[in-house]
Protein backbone atom coordinates (compact mmCIF):
# COMPACT_ATOMS: atom_id res chain seq x y z
CA UNK A 1 0.00 0.00 0.00
CA UNK A 2 1.47 3.26 -1.09
CA UNK A 3 0.99 5.97 1.71
CA UNK A 4 -0.14 9.66 0.80
CA UNK A 5 1.79 12.77 1.34
CA UNK A 6 1.07 13.77 4.92
CA UNK A 7 2.48 16.22 7.62
CA UNK A 8 5.06 15.14 10.36
CA UNK A 9 2.74 14.37 13.36
CA UNK A 10 2.10 10.69 14.44
CA UNK A 11 4.03 9.12 11.71
CA UNK A 12 7.33 10.91 12.52
CA UNK A 13 6.66 11.20 16.16
CA UNK A 14 6.06 7.31 16.53
CA UNK A 15 8.58 6.79 14.06
CA UNK A 16 11.39 8.74 16.04
CA UNK A 17 10.00 7.48 18.80
CA UNK A 18 10.64 3.95 18.40
CA UNK A 19 13.91 4.22 16.50
CA UNK A 20 15.67 5.87 19.68
CA UNK A 21 13.54 5.55 23.08
CA UNK A 22 12.22 1.82 22.85
CA UNK A 23 15.54 0.56 22.08
CA UNK A 24 16.14 0.28 25.84
CA UNK A 25 13.31 -0.57 27.57
CA UNK A 26 14.16 -4.45 27.72
CA UNK A 27 17.44 -5.64 29.36
CA UNK A 28 19.74 -8.14 27.15
CA UNK A 29 22.67 -10.27 28.11
CA UNK A 30 26.20 -8.54 27.83
CA UNK A 31 29.53 -8.51 28.85
CA UNK A 32 30.65 -10.25 31.98
CA UNK A 33 31.69 -8.32 34.96
CA UNK A 34 33.53 -9.42 37.99
CA UNK A 35 32.37 -10.29 41.01
CA UNK A 36 35.37 -10.56 43.96
CA UNK A 37 35.00 -14.37 43.87
CA UNK A 38 35.40 -14.42 40.38
CA UNK A 39 37.99 -11.63 40.27
CA UNK A 40 40.47 -13.59 42.41
CA UNK A 41 39.85 -16.98 40.18
CA UNK A 42 40.13 -14.71 37.11
CA UNK A 43 43.33 -13.92 38.09
CA UNK A 44 44.89 -16.78 39.05
CA UNK A 45 43.52 -18.17 35.12
CA UNK A 46 45.54 -15.07 33.92
CA UNK A 47 48.52 -16.29 35.74
CA UNK A 48 48.69 -19.24 34.76
CA UNK A 49 47.52 -18.76 31.15
CA UNK A 50 48.43 -15.67 30.10
CA UNK A 51 51.50 -13.84 32.29
CA UNK A 52 54.17 -15.94 31.01
CA UNK A 53 53.79 -13.70 27.77
CA UNK A 54 51.87 -11.26 28.64
CA UNK A 55 52.97 -9.93 32.06
CA UNK A 56 51.30 -9.92 35.28
CA UNK A 57 50.64 -6.12 34.60
CA UNK A 58 49.27 -6.43 31.38
CA UNK A 59 52.03 -4.62 29.29
CA UNK A 60 53.89 -7.52 27.48
CA UNK A 61 57.28 -9.47 28.32
CA UNK A 62 58.15 -11.46 25.24
CA UNK A 63 61.94 -12.23 26.77
CA UNK A 64 62.59 -15.73 27.02
CA UNK A 65 59.45 -16.89 25.77
CA UNK A 66 60.20 -17.20 22.25
CA UNK A 67 57.69 -14.77 20.58
CA UNK A 68 58.80 -12.35 17.85
CA UNK A 69 55.81 -10.40 17.45
CA UNK A 70 55.04 -7.10 19.45
CA UNK A 71 53.03 -7.71 22.44
CA UNK A 72 49.87 -5.46 22.82
CA UNK A 73 49.58 -3.52 26.04
CA UNK A 74 46.30 -3.72 27.90
CA UNK A 75 46.68 -1.01 30.25
CA UNK A 76 46.78 1.30 26.97
CA UNK A 77 42.74 1.84 26.75
CA UNK A 78 42.13 2.75 23.07
CA UNK A 79 44.31 -0.67 22.23
CA UNK A 80 41.73 -2.52 25.79
CA UNK A 81 38.58 -1.27 24.38
CA UNK A 82 38.75 -1.59 20.65
CA UNK A 83 37.57 -5.40 20.53
CA UNK A 84 34.77 -6.67 21.71
CA UNK A 85 34.43 -9.66 24.48
CA UNK A 86 33.13 -12.37 21.62
CA UNK A 87 36.27 -11.04 19.22
CA UNK A 88 38.89 -11.68 22.26
CA UNK A 89 37.36 -15.14 23.43
CA UNK A 90 37.76 -16.15 19.78
CA UNK A 91 41.77 -15.28 19.86
CA UNK A 92 41.82 -17.19 23.31
CA UNK A 93 39.64 -19.67 22.39
CA UNK A 94 41.21 -20.77 18.74
CA UNK A 95 44.48 -19.00 18.54
CA UNK A 96 45.66 -15.75 16.94
CA UNK A 97 44.91 -16.88 13.26
CA UNK A 98 41.55 -16.88 13.90
CA UNK A 99 41.19 -13.40 14.09
CA UNK A 100 43.78 -12.76 11.89
CA UNK A 101 46.26 -12.35 14.21
CA UNK A 102 49.59 -13.86 14.70
CA UNK A 103 50.47 -17.65 14.88
CA UNK A 104 51.95 -17.15 17.96
CA UNK A 105 48.94 -16.60 20.08
CA UNK A 106 48.34 -20.51 20.66
CA UNK A 107 44.81 -21.84 21.12
CA UNK A 108 43.63 -22.44 24.59
CA UNK A 109 40.38 -24.11 24.04
CA UNK A 110 41.80 -27.63 25.00
CA UNK A 111 43.01 -26.65 28.59
CA UNK A 112 40.14 -23.70 29.25
CA UNK A 113 36.61 -24.12 29.40
CA UNK A 114 33.95 -21.56 27.60
CA UNK A 115 33.40 -19.86 30.88
CA UNK A 116 36.93 -19.81 32.42
CA UNK A 117 37.89 -18.26 28.67
CA UNK A 118 35.26 -15.22 29.62
CA UNK A 119 36.70 -14.67 33.37
CA UNK A 120 39.95 -14.20 31.74
CA UNK A 121 38.95 -11.90 29.18
CA UNK A 122 36.91 -10.10 31.80
CA UNK A 123 40.08 -9.99 33.44
CA UNK A 124 42.13 -8.29 30.23
CA UNK A 125 39.46 -5.54 31.30
CA UNK A 126 40.49 -4.58 34.09
CA UNK A 127 44.39 -3.23 33.05
CA UNK A 128 42.31 -0.47 31.87
CA UNK A 129 41.61 2.27 34.41
CA UNK A 130 39.67 4.48 32.52
CA UNK A 131 35.78 4.49 31.58
CA UNK A 132 35.80 3.71 27.72
CA UNK A 133 32.65 2.22 25.84
CA UNK A 134 33.10 -0.82 25.63
CA UNK A 135 33.77 -2.44 22.15
CA UNK A 136 30.73 -4.81 22.72
CA UNK A 137 28.69 -1.21 21.79
CA UNK A 138 30.51 -1.22 18.44
CA UNK A 139 27.82 -2.71 16.46
CA UNK A 140 28.14 -3.39 12.46
CA UNK A 141 27.39 -0.30 10.56
CA UNK A 142 24.21 0.51 8.61
CA UNK A 143 23.97 1.64 5.21
CA UNK A 144 22.11 4.59 6.13
CA UNK A 145 21.38 4.95 9.97
CA UNK A 146 23.95 6.92 12.00
CA UNK A 147 25.88 4.97 14.45
CA UNK A 148 26.31 5.98 18.09
CA UNK A 149 29.75 3.94 18.98
CA UNK A 150 32.93 6.51 18.36
CA UNK A 151 35.13 4.93 15.35
CA UNK A 152 38.90 5.32 13.78
CA UNK A 153 37.79 4.34 10.27
CA UNK A 154 37.77 5.53 6.62
CA UNK A 155 34.68 4.62 4.83
CA UNK A 156 33.84 4.78 0.73
CA UNK A 157 30.28 5.81 -0.49
CA UNK A 158 28.25 4.72 -3.21
CA UNK A 159 24.72 6.07 -4.17
CA UNK A 160 22.58 5.46 -7.61
CA UNK A 161 19.55 7.02 -8.02
CA UNK A 162 16.79 7.29 -10.25
CA UNK A 163 15.05 10.38 -9.69
CA UNK A 164 10.67 11.00 -10.11
CA UNK A 165 11.97 12.96 -12.91
CA UNK A 166 14.09 10.28 -14.87
CA UNK A 167 17.28 11.80 -13.93
CA UNK A 168 20.44 9.89 -12.86
CA UNK A 169 22.35 11.32 -9.91
CA UNK A 170 25.02 9.30 -8.77
CA UNK A 171 27.56 10.06 -5.52
CA UNK A 172 31.08 8.85 -4.16
CA UNK A 173 31.82 9.71 -1.24
CA UNK A 174 34.90 9.82 1.15
CA UNK A 175 34.61 9.93 4.60
CA UNK A 176 37.58 10.00 7.73
CA UNK A 177 36.54 9.44 11.01
CA UNK A 178 38.31 9.76 14.14
CA UNK A 179 38.44 8.48 17.62
CA UNK A 180 39.21 11.60 20.07
CA UNK A 181 40.05 10.15 23.64
CA UNK A 182 37.41 7.68 25.14
CA UNK A 183 33.90 8.85 23.90
CA UNK A 184 34.51 11.35 21.31
CA UNK A 185 34.76 10.91 17.31
CA UNK A 186 35.54 13.71 14.11
CA UNK A 187 34.81 13.19 10.85
CA UNK A 188 34.93 14.84 7.34
CA UNK A 189 33.12 13.44 4.36
CA UNK A 190 33.89 14.58 1.11
CA UNK A 191 31.84 13.79 -1.83
CA UNK A 192 31.56 14.35 -5.26
CA UNK A 193 28.37 14.43 -7.79
CA UNK A 194 27.28 13.73 -10.92
CA UNK A 195 23.58 14.69 -12.37
CA UNK A 196 22.56 13.14 -15.45
CA UNK A 197 18.92 14.77 -16.66
CA UNK A 198 16.81 13.23 -18.98
CA UNK A 199 17.30 16.27 -21.41
CA UNK A 200 20.82 17.93 -21.15
CA UNK A 201 24.28 17.49 -20.48
CA UNK A 202 26.04 15.60 -17.74
CA UNK A 203 27.43 17.58 -14.72
CA UNK A 204 29.68 16.77 -12.17
CA UNK A 205 31.68 18.08 -9.45
CA UNK A 206 32.73 18.07 -5.52
CA UNK A 207 29.39 18.37 -3.32
CA UNK A 208 28.82 19.73 -0.06
CA UNK A 209 31.62 18.85 2.28
CA UNK A 210 30.07 17.44 6.31
CA UNK A 211 32.17 17.69 9.49
CA UNK A 212 31.28 16.36 12.20
CA UNK A 213 31.45 15.71 15.91
CA UNK A 214 29.86 12.91 18.28
CA UNK A 215 29.87 12.31 21.83
CA UNK A 216 28.93 9.37 23.86
CA UNK A 217 26.19 10.41 26.47
CA UNK A 218 25.19 7.18 27.92
CA UNK A 219 26.10 3.42 27.48
CA UNK A 220 26.03 0.21 29.56
CA UNK A 221 27.45 -2.95 28.45
CA UNK A 222 25.39 -5.00 30.26
CA UNK A 223 22.25 -4.24 28.69
CA UNK A 224 24.20 -3.43 25.80
CA UNK A 225 22.79 -0.27 25.35
CA UNK A 226 24.48 2.98 23.82
CA UNK A 227 23.34 6.41 23.64
CA UNK A 228 25.39 9.62 21.56
CA UNK A 229 24.94 12.85 20.78
CA UNK A 230 26.40 15.00 17.74
CA UNK A 231 26.29 17.95 15.42
CA UNK A 232 27.28 17.96 11.86
CA UNK A 233 27.78 21.27 9.83
CA UNK A 234 27.17 21.03 5.92
CA UNK A 235 29.66 23.37 4.29
CA UNK A 236 28.36 24.98 1.06
CA UNK A 237 31.48 23.82 -1.67
CA UNK A 238 29.07 22.03 -4.25
CA UNK A 239 27.73 24.22 -6.92
CA UNK A 240 24.25 26.18 -6.48
CA UNK A 241 24.08 26.63 -9.90
CA UNK A 242 24.34 23.24 -11.25
CA UNK A 243 22.14 21.80 -8.56
CA UNK A 244 25.81 19.84 -6.85
CA UNK A 245 25.25 21.51 -3.44
CA UNK A 246 22.42 23.16 -1.14
CA UNK A 247 23.91 26.93 -1.41
CA UNK A 248 24.01 27.30 1.78
CA UNK A 249 25.55 26.48 5.38
CA UNK A 250 23.46 23.84 7.56
CA UNK A 251 23.54 22.59 11.00
CA UNK A 252 22.57 19.39 11.97
CA UNK A 253 22.38 18.20 16.05
CA UNK A 254 21.40 14.05 15.67
CA UNK A 255 21.18 11.76 18.35
CA UNK A 256 22.18 7.85 17.91
CA UNK A 257 21.43 4.97 20.08
CA UNK A 258 22.20 0.76 19.83
CA UNK A 259 20.82 -1.77 21.62
CA UNK A 260 20.92 -5.52 21.21
CA UNK A 261 19.11 -8.37 22.40
CA UNK A 262 21.66 -11.44 21.76
CA UNK A 263 22.44 -11.87 18.18
CA UNK A 264 19.60 -8.99 17.10
CA UNK A 265 20.58 -5.68 17.11
CA UNK A 266 18.28 -2.33 16.35
CA UNK A 267 19.91 1.22 16.10
CA UNK A 268 18.06 4.39 15.63
CA UNK A 269 18.72 8.01 14.99
CA UNK A 270 17.58 11.30 15.00
CA UNK A 271 18.87 14.46 13.42
CA UNK A 272 17.58 18.06 12.71
CA UNK A 273 18.86 19.89 9.47
CA UNK A 274 18.59 23.89 9.70
CA UNK A 275 20.15 25.57 7.02
CA UNK A 276 21.01 28.88 7.01
CA UNK A 277 19.40 30.19 3.69
CA UNK A 278 16.00 28.57 3.91
CA UNK A 279 14.78 29.97 0.35
CA UNK A 280 17.43 27.60 -0.90
CA UNK A 281 16.78 24.99 1.08
CA UNK A 282 13.99 23.35 3.42
CA UNK A 283 14.14 22.58 6.93
CA UNK A 284 14.45 18.59 7.19
CA UNK A 285 14.06 15.75 10.35
CA UNK A 286 15.59 12.53 9.42
CA UNK A 287 14.73 9.11 11.60
CA UNK A 288 15.98 6.47 10.75
CA UNK A 289 15.87 2.75 12.58
CA UNK A 290 18.09 -0.01 10.95
CA UNK A 291 17.28 -3.67 12.40
CA UNK A 292 20.57 -6.64 11.82
CA UNK A 293 21.03 -10.16 12.38
CA UNK A 294 23.62 -12.57 11.49
CA UNK A 295 23.49 -15.01 9.31
CA UNK A 296 26.48 -16.76 8.68
CA UNK A 297 30.15 -16.51 10.72
CA UNK A 298 28.44 -15.52 13.44
CA UNK A 299 30.83 -14.16 15.78
CA UNK A 300 33.97 -14.08 13.45
CA UNK A 301 35.49 -11.39 11.17
CA UNK A 302 34.02 -12.71 8.36
CA UNK A 303 30.63 -12.20 9.81
CA UNK A 304 27.47 -11.79 7.35
CA UNK A 305 24.74 -9.70 8.61
CA UNK A 306 21.11 -9.15 7.30
CA UNK A 307 20.33 -5.62 7.57
CA UNK A 308 16.74 -3.90 7.22
CA UNK A 309 16.32 -0.26 7.51
CA UNK A 310 13.34 2.12 7.86
CA UNK A 311 14.55 5.73 6.45
CA UNK A 312 11.79 8.91 7.08
CA UNK A 313 12.13 12.45 6.18
CA UNK A 314 10.12 15.16 6.65
CA UNK A 315 10.81 18.66 5.27
CA UNK A 316 9.29 22.05 5.64
CA UNK A 317 9.89 25.54 5.36
CA UNK A 318 10.83 26.56 1.55
CA UNK A 319 8.40 26.49 -1.39
CA UNK A 320 7.95 22.89 -2.34
CA UNK A 321 8.62 20.79 0.78
CA UNK A 322 8.09 16.94 0.31
CA UNK A 323 6.92 16.65 4.01
CA UNK A 324 6.83 12.99 5.19
CA UNK A 325 8.95 10.45 3.15
CA UNK A 326 9.26 6.68 4.08
CA UNK A 327 11.83 4.65 2.40
CA UNK A 328 12.51 0.80 3.27
CA UNK A 329 16.57 -0.30 2.80
CA UNK A 330 16.85 -3.95 2.35
CA UNK A 331 20.84 -4.78 2.40
CA UNK A 332 23.69 -6.98 3.94
CA UNK A 333 27.09 -6.38 5.82
CA UNK A 334 29.71 -8.90 5.13
CA UNK A 335 32.94 -8.78 7.25
CA UNK A 336 36.27 -9.68 4.28
CA UNK A 337 38.81 -10.55 6.24
CA UNK A 338 39.19 -12.39 9.51
CA UNK A 339 40.68 -9.15 11.46
CA UNK A 340 37.31 -7.96 10.65
CA UNK A 341 39.04 -4.21 9.72
CA UNK A 342 37.55 -4.67 6.20
CA UNK A 343 33.95 -5.08 5.59
CA UNK A 344 31.63 -4.27 2.38
CA UNK A 345 27.85 -3.16 2.81
CA UNK A 346 25.43 -3.47 0.12
CA UNK A 347 21.13 -2.56 -0.30
CA UNK A 348 18.52 -1.12 -2.47
CA UNK A 349 16.09 2.15 -1.17
CA UNK A 350 12.24 1.77 -1.97
CA UNK A 351 10.11 4.58 -1.34
CA UNK A 352 6.85 3.55 0.77
CA UNK A 353 4.91 6.88 0.63
CA UNK A 354 3.65 8.83 -2.32
CA UNK A 355 6.00 12.00 -1.30
CA UNK A 356 9.48 11.02 -2.56
CA UNK A 357 13.11 12.23 -3.96
CA UNK A 358 13.73 8.89 -6.14
CA UNK A 359 11.91 6.26 -7.42
CA UNK A 360 15.20 4.16 -6.01
CA UNK A 361 18.44 4.37 -4.67
CA UNK A 362 20.98 1.71 -4.93
CA UNK A 363 23.72 2.10 -2.26
CA UNK A 364 26.88 0.56 -0.20
CA UNK A 365 29.97 1.60 1.24
CA UNK A 366 33.86 0.03 1.67
CA UNK A 367 35.33 0.51 5.17
CA UNK A 368 38.53 0.16 6.50
CA UNK A 369 38.96 0.14 10.43
CA UNK A 370 41.79 2.09 11.63
CA UNK A 371 43.85 0.68 14.18
CA UNK A 372 44.41 3.15 17.55
CA UNK A 373 47.77 4.46 17.84
CA UNK A 374 49.50 6.46 20.43
CA UNK A 375 51.82 9.44 20.32
CA UNK A 376 54.96 8.12 22.19
Known amino acids: MILGAQPMNRIALGFAGLALFLLGVSAGWGATRLMSKEL ?3 KELYSDACASCHGDNGKGQASGTGVTVELPDFTWCAFNADESDRDWSLVVAEGGPAAGRSEQMPSFNAVLTEQQIKLVVAYLRTFCKEDW ?15 AYPENEIVFTWNFARATSAQRDSQFGWTFEKRIGARSQIELSIPFNIRDPKDGATVGGVGDLDAGIKHVLYDNPESLFILSGGLEVGIPTGSFRRELGEG ?15 DFIAQGSLKFEYPFVT ?7 FYD ?3 SYPIFDQGRGTE ?10 SEWGNQSPKHFQLYLTPGFRKGLVAAGN ?14 REANYRVLGYLLYELPPWRLE
Open 304 to 313: FQALMEFNGK
Open 248 to 262: TTTLAPFLASGKAWG
Open 40 to 42: QEA
Open 342 to 355: WAIGFGVQVPVTHE
Open 289 to 291: LAL
Open 133 to 147: PSADLNFPGPLVTEK
Open 279 to 285: RRAPKGI
